[in-house]
């Protein structure tokens, strides 16, 4: 079974509070987003595998780390995961970046397809798929489905708020992907928004509604 760790850094608690906060303006929760969203890359990075190489420093020659393992991949869900990719790309500036566009049907909550495009490597890449909202679970299943289809193999799933329903779907769905949120809430409401949540992660972004 995937595993879920809640990213519990101060930092990202007070700021997710302002996000949260419906009082919060379209500026100020895009720019929130993005600086939780390196502060959680900062935190989902801690366990790369890193290689010794030798470096020539002013002073001597000296043994020190760099990067090893495979490639990076980031994949938001359209559209409210670009919210969170350009402050992973300022942590992780190489990684490659898919997408893949999902909505979901406002009567059923299913999500449905409209876009998928993957870096070309995908068997060679580690990929961290990224939403803020994992609610019922159905768009995280369905994107990370995608990507499997088309080869990928070591993934994991990154939002900000989760509902405990959306984290036992994807649980079911895909046991080999680990779950990483800054806050695991309570439940879904009768229209499958998140509660306590922060409302509509897509339209808060980008100023609709
Ligand atoms: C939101 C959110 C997730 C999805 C989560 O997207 O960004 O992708 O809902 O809900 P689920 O876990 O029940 O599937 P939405 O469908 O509102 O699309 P948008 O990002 O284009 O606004
Ligand atoms: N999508 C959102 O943007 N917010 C929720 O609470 C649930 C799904």
Redesign the pocket.
Known sequence: MGKVYVFDHPLIQHKLTYIRDKSTGTKEFRELVDEVASLMAFEITRDLPLQEVNVETPVCEATSKVLAGKKLGIVP?????LGMTEGILKLIPAAKVGHVG???DPET?K?IEYYVKLPRDVEERDFIVV??????????V?AINSLKKRGATSIRFMCLVA?PE?VEVMQEAHPDVDIYIAALDEKLNDH?YIVPGLG????RLYGTK
């Open positions: 869900i359209l559209r409210a995961g999902l909505y979901r909550l999500p939403d803020p909202m994992l609610a019922t679970g159905g768009s995280a369905e509902a959306g499958g509509d992660a897509g339209d």
